[in-house]
């Protein structure tokens, strides 16, 4: 009878549903997809501004003021919990106070009046300062520092009622799987910390194909990616440095927001306790075989499972699944394309070879519109890719060693010098499309044309398709083309295999890295950004294709 009784009271048990930050409120009232989020989704940036209001804080606790006090309170009836930043008592009277580094509103008088998301945050605290001390609370003030003014705001009747219609809004935010949509004030935009994840200019761009656009994506990443290629390396922790013990090498340390990734190659190794600090500093973990081929990422991610399930949902969609497919495949058969028409340039020898099959490929892209599954566009894909692989050895100059010419492609394991270098540079694209997957936060498992198999995620390989003609094809003909390649020194010959040998692998990738710093002017978006940056954009775009913010993705084509 008693574990029957106790069965009753567990399923009539009230959901515990977890209290808001106030500060949430204010993120709220400024933006409701700027709520989402940071409390729903769980992405959160720490821009100049948001170090510069802490540094404000600091300050004003340093000052000696004996009637100064923050709290922390929390109610469980309201739905709220917060710090308020100072209490004081004046004239008997408990007021609770904000400060804020910039202006205050003005109104048509230009009297100063609080900005609508200050205003309803410190009536949030001061509601809940009354509620949860029950005392009573007139009013609340707010100190912008800026222009040294100071703002009085009363908890009436009907501020208290913007406080909870405020945390209704909230609440029914948290328990929706749809982001709410971009603010209709521009402005409010180009202040946001996290306008480089919302990227609301260019879901502005989806809706309207003709907006002139303004770039609030981040400024290139000009971090370095540390590649760790010497077998029984080991890569630690000083401090706030990342430091390398190669063998029979100085130790190398490096600053940790000078790192963006570490790459280790083959047997080198990386400690628990550096792990750790990478993952904190948002720094990507990756590893990849002493032969070239991709293994795998550190996953890091924490929340975000709202965007996973938006994701699955649209992923389960044989017709969505389908259509982005098609643009993945037209992406990379029209770079492919494109290549060869620039290689052809100025070539009069090759154009009775090159051109027919240009013409070819150009004839397949057409049919792309009309399949209507997966397998069909799998077979146009093939042929596209024959085409492009067979007229590719005639954009290799003649001057060439014999070693490096290129008779079709192999893999797994390559067989020539040519194969060798498509191969480790097709691990290196993949190890970065990955990294972009983790930071943004997708499931690289969730793909939605290539199919799940062993060490490569499906989304990853996915994605990469858009990168391989000019971050790895046009980089490898270059460099043949350029004779930078020793045969003896930079390639390993065993039986029939061919591997890069550390000098080979160390020159591939100092080639891929300064392409990849390359600027490219997004033919969508009108603004420039170098491919280390496009890898993460293009991820993001593609989340926008199932988020009601469709026709930007796939559309990096060479020129």
């Not at 190398?252 to 628990?272: D, N, W, Y």
């Amino acid at each position: 009878m008693l574990p029957f009784l106790l069965k009753i009271m567990l399923t009539q048990a009230p959901p515990i549903i977890p209290t808001i930050r106030v500060c949430a409120l204010h993120a709220l009232a400024y933006c409701p997809r700027l709520f989402y989020l940071e409390e729903v989704e769980e992405l959160y940036t720490q821009d100049a501004a948001v170090f510069a209001g802490r540094r404000l804080h600091v300050e004003l606790q340093k000052q000696e003021d004996e009637d100064w006090e923050e709290l922390n309170l929390e109610s469980e009836t309201l739905g709220i919990r917060g710090r308020v930043d100072a209490l004081r008592t004046r004239n008997g009277q408990v007021i609770p106070y904000e400060h804020k580094r910039g202006r205050c509103y003005r109104d048509q008088n230009k009297q100063p009046q609080a900005w609508a998301s200050d205003e309803l945050q410190i009536l949030a605290y001061a509601y809940l300062i009354e509620e949860a001390l029950n005392i009573p609370i007139q009013e609340g003030r707010i100190r912008y520092h800026a222009d040294n003014v100071m703002v009085r705001v009363p908890l009436t009747t009907a501020g208290r009622q913007k406080v909870l219609t405020a945390i209704q809004q909230a609440q029914a935010l948290r328990q929706s799987l749809q982001r709410p949509p971009v603010a209709t004030n521009e402005k409010l935009c180009a202040s946001c910390s996290l306008a480089p994840v919302c990227l609301p200019e260019e879901a502005r761009l989806s809706q309207d194909p003709e907006r002139a656009t303004f770039r609030l994506f981040p400024r290139d990443d000009d971090r370095e990616i540390i590649h760790v290629l010497t077998p029984g390396s080991k890569v630690g922790k000083s401090g706030e440095q990342i430091k390398i013990n190669h063998r029979d090498q100085p130790e190398e340390k490096l600053p940790a927001q000078r790192v963006s990734q570490v790459v280790l190659h083959s047997f080198s190794q990386i400690s628990t306790q550096a792990l750790h600090f990478c993952v904190s500093r948002d720094i990507g973990v990756h590893f990849i075989t002493g032969g070239g081929r991709y293994i795998g990422s550190f996953d890091p991610r924490q929340g975000s499972i709202q965007r996973r399930i938006r994701q699955y949902q649209a992923l389960s969609d044989a017709q969505v699944c389908l259509h982005l497919a098609k643009l993945l495949v037209t992406c990379r058969g029209q770079s492919q394309r494109k290549f060869l028409m620039r290689g052809q340039r100025g070539k009069s020898d090759i154009l009775t070879t090159v051109t027919p099959i240009i013409e070819q490929m150009q004839a397949v892209l057409k049919q792309i519109e009309q399949v209507n599954s997966l397998e069909s566009l799998l077979g146009l894909e093939g042929n596209l890719a024959a085409l492009y692989f067979s007229a590719l050895p005639a954009l290799l100059t003649e001057r060439i060693p014999e070693e490096l010419k290129f008779s079709g492609r192999n893999r797994r394991p390559p067989k020539d010098p040519f194969n060798a270098l498509l191969s480790f540079g097709y691990a290196l694209l993949l190890k970065d499309v990955m990294n972009g997957i983790l930071t943004v936060g997708l499931e690289p498992a969730l793909g939605f044309y290539h199919q799940p198999r062993s060490q490569a995620a499906p989304l990853a390989l996915d994605l990469m398709e858009i990168f391989r003609v000019p971050l790895v094809d046009m980089v490898v003909v270059a460099s043949i083309n350029r004779n930078q390649w020793e045969i003896s020194t930079d390639f390993e010959c065993r039986g029939s295999q061919v591997w890069l040998s550390e000098s080979g692998r160390r020159k591939l990738i100092d080639a891929y890295e300064r392409r990849k710093q390359e600027k490219w002017k997004h033919p969508v978006t009108n603004y420039s950004l170098t491919y280390r940056r496009l890898l993460e954009l293009e991820v993001r775009l593609l989340e926008k294709e199932w988020m009601g913010e469709p026709g930007l993705f796939a559309k990096l084509v060479v020129r």
